[in-house]
């Protein structure tokens, strides 16, 4: 049942003023339905599943790749209490930011709305597929989704589910959609179609994410790449930097709020960084320093490298970690500021001065003081859930929950004013 | 003096934090300078865009945009009133819009942020090179401006008397930039320049809009074009009707948020369109209405002309109406939907229902009951000062003042939290 790519976005935008003022019961109740659908339909969407799966071995997909393709009777139970647990949050939609009276006797009220129609374009990971639409739905928006060609099946099968689940509950059929087409052509397509599409997000690594911009004429949040720094200052408590250096690089490798990158006050950096190498050890870190780095870790020591300049841009995703020496705090922020990619920057100070002047000064999404960049996440944060972590400045910054998804109108009530 | 294109985009952004922290007092005597330069240097200005007129009048330039281009002693005055009224403005920056302590101790604010650097693309209108400065600078951001060929020589002259007030009061050099090449091979690369400019605002014709939206990688906030409707619903108090539609389409012809279309309800066109037709006689208002419109004009009058399809969207900026007759509040919404640019739209009405349901239903940027759409307008608004009504759905919606120059960011206070 494939459909026109164009007669798909048009069939959303048609109906986007009904999805968006469905009720919040209405929304709740099809959410948790959908849910009970994704369990229904367990059995065909593993069989979908293993299809991706064999093909993916077929086409040798790395090890990783795969894992995050798979799904198994627990992933599905977890896309369907994700579902449950966005029903339970509040609806966004409707609330009046601000009203009030003008000179003249009009009433302007600013009203939170809905966006109208949101493009995900992700890659083979099919629970984004129930993630992206119960996020968009519940703020009132019509999902349009383009996921990655190798897992095609499986999101076939999950939006199938879902799709049944909508259609019971008499929710208009523009709701959510996927894009069956996953070849190149159709996605630049996809990207120019403005007339009908009013927002596109990438969830995935930095090629898709630049493909998107480059592509797009519709407007696009950023999300993702993570270059994250640790500023050690000369006047940090060294236990809590070891410890918190510790957990942004290793509780959780691959993902964008990991640390990358460590800045070490010269004043420190002999005494800290062989406590830093010890800890890291374990963990078989590797330190790609700046020559003064080495020189304080010693050269001779296995997990010790000297850093190229691409070293400080670089977003590892990986046991390695860059180390910078500065003289001063203002050199830490002008280094952050020059490679970092605009996401989460932590200090680790004792000093009242300079963490405020981090705190100012630092460009990025979430500025730390003496807390590990990890918490950079919707859920952290109190927001429920999240559609991704934005790194550029229009519309929404940093971890985005269902109120990233919304814009606002004006209403203004008149009795017969004129200019 | 010119410049390398990236040189002074990267000379905006290396300095945008120092600009971004600047205290509101220091802005506004920077302001108030810059506006005493605009008259101090008024021969300097006058001879410059002598030199343009000349110019435009050569390659015949039409009239409307030749009193546009032209400068005098009023309109300087002008300019530098406006810009000290950009000084009495609060300053939007620094801001902590929300602050909660999670269950794990962290602190987590948001504070308000200028954007950074933001292009402004605009025609022949010399004028909006101080306002366009004025409104970046009060909101911490750096400003690089590219004016229309045509109107180079003032914008050049404009642009150094407001550098020097600059200069005096120690602000960075990145500050206020102007491109003086004009080419258009220039002008696209000025959009792609993503790694130092986090915003393009174009403002002029659908055709810049459209250049810079189809060429930009950058972020671009629509800003614009406005079919605006008003629509005469069966329980409308006709007099009020015909008021706010002469207001609306002729107090002012060549602005987006004049009225260009109107649609009438079936019950009370007949009684209520000759009346409309009398009163903008006087003006000479051509309108072009569907079949069952023109019957109830008479077809003979001099003023009513069949619409064609493409009447409906178009934004005519002249003394011409589209009139579209319509069986139900529910198909003039259809009709406003599909044919408006998400501008701005009227009601005129006295039943409550019919009101609520076109403020859910109607979706732009400003959604009036018995009011003229000539209202959407930052400083109707009271937001003292405009840089342009957004059509899009993101960041900014409808008219923009200082806030829509800004951003956020999150600023977290910890005591060694770990994930």
Redesign the interface.
């Given at each position: 049942m494939e459909m026109n790519l164009e007669e798909l976005c048009k069939k959303a935008h048609d109906v986007?003023?009904k999805v968006g003022?469905l009720d919040a019961e209405i929304k709740n109740r099809t959410l948790c339905k959908a849910a009970d659908a994704l369990l229904a339909h367990e059995e065909e969407i593993l069989l979908a599943n293993g299809k991706d799966m064999e093909n993916g071995r077929k086409n040798h997909m790395p090890e990783g790749l795969l894992d995050r393709l798979a799904l198994n009777h627990d992933r599905i139970l977890g896309m369907a209490d994700g579902l449950r647990e966005i029903a339970k949050l509040d609806d966004p939609i409707g609330e009046v930011l601000s009203m009030?009276k003008?000179p003249n006797g009009?009433i302007?009220g600013k009203r939170r709305v809905p966006?109208?129609v949101i493009g995900i374009i992700y890659e083979a990971r099919p629970n984004v597929t129930a993630d992206a639409f119960g996020l968009c739905f519940k703020s009132g928006n019509c999902a349009i989704l383009k996921g990655g060609s190798d897992a095609i099946h499986s999101n076939i099968a999950i939006v199938s589910a879902m799709q049944e689940a909508l259609f019971s509950m008499e929710i208009p059929d523009g709701a959510l959609s996927l894009i069956e087409q996953t070849d190149r052509e159709t996605t630049n397509r996809f990207m120019q179609m403005?007339q009908y599409v009013?927002?596109l997000i990438p969830r995935g690594g930095n090629g898709l994410i630049q493909s998107v911009?480059?592509n797009a004429?519709i407007?696009?949040?950023e999300t993702g790449t993570g270059n994250c720094h640790v500023y050690v200052d000369e006047f940090a408590?060294f236990d809590?930097a070891v410890?918190?250096i510790?957990?942004?690089k290793t509780?959780r490798i691959g993902v964008c709020n990991a640390c990358e990158s460590i800045v070490v006050h010269r004043a420190v950096a002999k005494e800290f960084l062989p406590k830093l190498y010890e800890a890291l050890e374990e963990s078989q870190v590797e330190l790609r320093g700046d020559d003064y780095a080495v020189e304080c870790l010693g050269k001779e020591l296995p997990l010790v490298k000297k850093a190229e300049e691409d070293d400080w841009g670089m977003e590892y995703l990986d046991y390695i970690l860059s180390v910078k020496v500065v003289d001063s705090v203002e050199e830490a922020?002008n280094h952050i500021?020059t490679y970092n990619t605009s996401h989460s920057e932590t200090i680790i100070t004792k000093d009242y001065d300079v963490s405020q002047k981090f705190?100012?000064?630092v460009?990025?999404?979430?500025?730390?003081?003496?807390?590990?960049t990890?918490?950079?996440d919707g859920n952290?944060?109190?927001f429920g859930a999240e559609i991704g972590i934005s790194t550029?400045?229009?519309?929404a910054?940093?971890p985005m929950g269902l109120e990233a998804l919304t814009?606002?109108?004006?209403?203004?009530?008149?009795?017969?004013?004129?200019?």
């Open positions: 986007r003023t003022m009030k003008r009009l302007i966006i109208g403005k009013d927002l911009v480059n004429t407007p696009v949040i408590d809590m410890n918190i510790k957990n942004a509780q922020i500021n705190l100012d000064e460009d990025a999404a979430c500025v730390y003081v003496n807390a590990s990890r918490f950079s952290e944060f109190g550029q400045k229009l519309h910054r940093g814009s606002y109108k004006y209403i203004i009530y008149g009795n017969g004013q004129i200019r």
